[in-house]
C-alpha cells in the first residue's frame, strides 16, 4: 500500500513530468551544442563538459523538484507547504506546456536534421549510383579564411588543397578531387549531401588565421553519415612549421580513421619542403591563380612564380607550378604555344631536376610531350608520375586523354573512369569518360555522362558543350545540336565572327545550304588556314562533323586535314579526341584518314604498344580500320 501511496506522491510533486522535461531540454541543448561548438571553433571538450554538467543536473533537478515547491510567496520547502494551499497542480499544468513546446523543437530539429539524406534525382551524379562509400574515404573541404585581410584566402585555399595532396599518399584512403571538393566553397550545404555527393564517408574542414609568422589552424574531421564530429584540433604555430602542422593533421585522420599504414610513411608525406615562406606563399597564390583559369590569372601565376623563383631556386613545386602554368597558359592565348611548350618543358625538366619524385612534374612533362605528339614519351612520364601518386586525379585523366587521342579507348577508360570516381563533380572528368564510352558503343551511358559535364561546368567552358555537341551530332534532334551551338557561340563576340555565327545556326536544319556555307567556309580557310580555330577553338572540328552529318566526306576530310597541317599555335591540340566519335566512323578507312593517323605519329605508336580494336595491322607496312562498334 505503501508503494502505491509514494509513486502518487511522487506523481503529485510532479517528478515524472520534471525528469521528462529535464531530458527533453537536455537533448535540445546537446544538438544546439553540436552545431555551436564547430561552428564557432570552439575546442571539442565543450560538447563532454555540457554532456557532464546535464548528467550531474539530473538528480539535483529531481531532488529540489521533491523538496522544494514554488508557490505565489516564492520557493518553501515542500513540508511547509499545506496540501489544501499546494498549487503543484497548476505548476504541472506549466510543465506539460513546457514538455509539449521541447517535443514539437525536437521533431523539427530532427526533421531538418534528415533533410539531406534524400538524394535529389534531378542532381544525382553517377558517382553516386556505383555503390557504398568506401571504407575509408574523405574529402577536403577548403578551409576558412579566418586572417583580417581577405587577400590572405589564397592561404587557406592552397593551405587545403596541399592536406588534400598529402592525404592523398596514403593508400588506403579515397580522397575527393579538388574540383569537387571545392565546388563546396562558401556554401553551408548539409554534411549528409556532401557525403552522397561525393561518395565519401567522412569530411576534413576548418579554418585558417595568419598573421605575419604566426598561423592559427583548427581543422576537424566529421562523419557524413550523421554528422557526428570524429575529432578536432587547433595548431597554434610558426608559419615555417607549416609542414609539420600538414603532416600531424594527416597523422591524426590516419589514427582516427583506423587506417592500417606504416608508420614511417607518415613523417615523410611531404617529399619537398623549404625554410623560405615567401617562396611557399607564393607556390600557394600561384596554384589559386592557376586554378581561376584565365588568362589574366595565368600570366599573374607566370609572373609570381619567376619572380618567387629568382629567390628560391632549389624549391621543385614552384618550377612544377610554373610548368603547370606554362602548359595551360597556351590554351588561354597568354603565351605562343611553342613558347609555351619550350618554356613549360624548361621548367618541368628542372622541377625533376630537384625533386625526380614529383608527380605533378612528371604529369606536367607528360602533357607537354603530349601536345608534341610524342606518345610513347609522354606516356612513360604519365607512368612515372602515377607510380609516386597513383590517386593524382590530373595525371589519371591526362593519360586517359593521351590514350584516348591514340584510339585506345579500352585502356582510355581504366584511367579515365578512376579521374572521375576521385573528383565526381569535375566537369571535364565527366565529359572525357563520356567521350571514351561513347566511343566504345556505351551511348546512353556516355550521353549521361556528357550531360552532367554541360551541367556541372554551367557553360563556363566551352570544351564540354562542345564534345557533348560532337558526340551526339548523329543521333541527336536537330533542335539540341542547335542550342548546343548557341551555348557555345556565347565564349565569342559572334556578331563579330565571320563564320562562326547564329547564321550557321540557322542553316544547319538545311542540307543543301549547310553546305554550300561549309564549302565557302573551306574555300576561305585554305587560303589563309591560321583562321581554322580564329573565332572559336571548336570551329573546325565542328565545321567536320557538320559535314560528315550530311555525309560530304571530303569537306569534312579537308577541315580535318587543314587541323594537322597548321601549326601548334593555329590548332586545337584536342581535336584527337573527337577521332572515335560516331560521326567519323565511315572515314577510318578511307585513305586520306588513314594517313591522317600516319601524320599524327599514330600508326608507329600503335605498333609499338597496341593497335585500337576497330584497326589491325596488315604486313609491315599497311593497316586497315573498320567504323567500329
Not at 107 to 135: C, H, K, M, W
Not at 212 to 238: C, M
Not at 363 to 381: F, P, R, S, V, Y
Not at 464 to 478: A, E
Amino acid at each position: 500500500m505503501w508503494q502505491l501511496n509514494y509513486l502518487a506522491e511522487l506523481k503529485r510533486r510532479n517528478i515524472f513530468k520534471v525528469a521528462i522535461a529535464y531530458l527533453a531540454l537536455g537533448w535540445v541543448i546537446m544538438q544546439i551544442t553540436d552545431v555551436m561548438v564547430p561552428a564557432l571553433n570552439l575546442p571539442k571538450e565543450i560538447i563532454s563538459i555540457v554532456a557532464f554538467i546535464g548528467v550531474i543536473g539530473f538528480p539535483l533537478a529531481l531532488f529540489f523538484t521533491w523538496a522544494f515547491e514554488l508557490t505565489p510567496d516564492g520557493v518553501k520547502r515542500t513540508t511547509d507547504v499545506n496540501v489544501e494551499d499546494s498549487i503543484r497542480a497548476t505548476t504541472g499544468q506549466k510543465i506539460n506546456y513546457i514538455i509539449i513546446g521541447l517535443l514539437v523543437i525536437a521533431v523539427a530539429f530532427l526533421l531538418y536534421d534528415r533533410r539531406g539524406e534524400a538524394v535529389d534525382e534531378e542532381n544525382i551524379t553517377e558517382g553516386q549510383i556505383e555503390g557504398e562509400f568506401p571504407s575509408n574515404s574523405i574529402a577536403v573541404l577548403p578551409f576558412v579564411n579566418m586572417s583580417s585581410d581577405p587577400e590572405q584566402e589564397y592561404f587557406s585555399d592552397g593551405l587545403s588543397e596541399e592536406l588534400l595532396n598529402v592525404l592523398a599518399k596514403i593508400a588506403d584512403l579515397k580522397v575527393s578531387g579538388r574540383t569537387s571538393s571545392f565546388a563546396y566553397k562558401g556554401k553551408n550545404q548539409d554534411i549528409r549531401k556532401i557525403g552522397q555527393e561525393l561518395n565519401v564517408n567522412t569530411v576534413l574542414e576548418g579554418s585558417v588565421r595568419k598573421q605575419g609568422n604566426k598561423v592559427r589552424i583548427t581543422a576537424q574531421l566529421i562523419r557524413t553519415e550523421d554528422g557526428f564530429h570524429i575529432w578536432s584540433e587547433t595548431y597554434d604555430r610558426e608559419l615555417s612549421d607549416i609542414f609539420l602542422v600538414q603532416e600531424e593533421i594527416a597523422n591524426s585522420i590516419v589514427s582516427n580513421m583506423a587506417i592500417s599504414m606504416d608508420i614511417a610513411l607518415t613523417h615523410n608525406l611531404i617529399s619537398t619542403k623549404t625554410e623560405n615562406m615567401a617562396a611557399y606563399e607564393a607556390y600557394l597564390e600561384g596554384k589559386m591563380l592557376i586554378s581561376k583559369r584565365t588568362s589574366n590569372s595565368i600570366n599573374q601565376a607566370i609572373k609570381l612564380l619567376k619572380a618567387a623563383i629568382l629567390k628560391e631556386e632549389n624549391y621543385a613545386p614552384l618550377w612544377g607550378t610554373l610548368a603547370q602554368a606554362y602548359t595551360i597558359g597556351y590554351y588561354y592565348s597568354t603565351t605562343e604555344t611553342l613558347d609555351g611548350i619550350y618554356l613549360g618543358e624548361m621548367a618541368a625538366r628542372k622541377a625533376l631536376q630537384i625533386d625526380p619524385t614529383s608527380s605533378s612534374a612528371h604529369g606536367a612533362l607528360g602533357d607537354i610531350l603530349k601536345d608534341q605528339i610524342q606518345w610513347e614519351l609522354a606516356e612513360n612520364q604519365y607512368i612515372l608520375a602515377l607510380e609516386y601518386e597513383p590517386k593524382n586525379v590530373e595525371v589519371l585523366e591526362q593519360y586517359g586523354q593521351l590514350l584516348l587521342r591514340t584510339g585506345n579507348l579500352n585502356r582510355a577508360i581504366n584511367f579515365l573512369s578512376k579521374a572521375r570516381q576521385l573528383d565526381p563533380l569535375g566537369p571535364n572528368y565527366n565529359a572525357v569518360e563520356g567521350i571514351a564510352r561513347d566511343g566504345l558503343g556505351e551511348r546512353e551511358r556516355g550521353t549521361n555522362l556528357l550531360d552532367i559535364a554541360v551541367k556541372l561546368s554551367q557553360n563556363v567552358s566551352h570544351y564540354t558543350t562542345g564534345s557533348r555537341l560532337i558526340q551526339g551530332i548523329d543521333i541527336d534532334r536537330m533542335e539540341n545540336i542547335q542550342r548546343l551551338l548557341s551555348m557555345i557561340l556565347e565564349h565569342n563576340n559572334s556578331e563579330k565572327n565571320q563564320f562562326f555565327n547564329s547564321h550557321l545556326i540557322s542553316l544547319m536544319a538545311d542540307n543543301e545550304k549547310l553546305d554550300q556555307y561549309l564549302n565557302t567556309i573551306l574555300n576561305h580557310i585554305k587560303q589563309n588556314p591560321e583562321d581554322l580555330n580564329k573565332e572559336n577553338p571548336f570551329a573546325g572540328i565542328i565545321y567536320a562533323a557538320l559535314a560528315a552529318k550530311i555525309k560530304n566526306y571530303d569537306v569534312a576530310l579537308s577541315f580535318l586535314e587543314i587541323e594537322e597541317g597548321n601549326s601548334l599555335n593555329y590548332k586545337n591540340n584536342d581535336v584527337l579526341l573527337y577521332y572515335w566519335s560516331k560521326i567519323f566512323s565511315p572515314m577510318r578507312n578511307m585513305p586520306r584518314m588513314k594517313k591522317l593517323y600516319i601524320d599524327y605519329g599514330l600508326i608507329d605508336y600503335w605498333r609499338h604498344t597496341s593497335f585500337p580494336y576497330f584497326c589491325r595491322p596488315i604486313g609491315e607496312d599497311n593497316f586497315t580500320c573498320d567504323g567500329g562498334i
